[in-house]
């Protein structure tokens, strides 16, 4: 079976976070989390960590909550693509 990026961070959220993700789509904003903005934070380095990444902050603005889960996976994705190059 294949892990999908939008899996892993699923369980990042579910297994770190305890987030309830079941109603969760590409199109649900970060907001919607219910993360304040240190947890945020902490969700952003977890990834990180996960995928062996670094996202710059010119990328991302853990502020910029209005980025959707979609959003934010293929930020992932394009951050992984461009370290293995």
Known sequence: MS???E???LKILTEKFY???????????????GLDSMALMEF???V????????SEDQ????KTSM????FASL???????NKE
Do not use: K, Q
């Open 19 to 33: 987030i309830d993700v079941s109603s969760f789509g590409p199109d649900t904003s970060l907001d919607a989390l």
């Open 68 to 71: 959707t889960f979609g959003e």
């Open 44 to 46: 952003i380095f977890a």
């Open 7 to 9: 899996d892993s961070l």
């Open 3 to 5: 892990h999908t990026i």
């Open 76 to 82: 992932i994705r394009n951050a992984d693509l461009e």
């Open 60 to 63: 991302l603005d853990p502020s």
């Open 48 to 55: 990180e960590d996960d995928f062996s990444i670094r996202i």
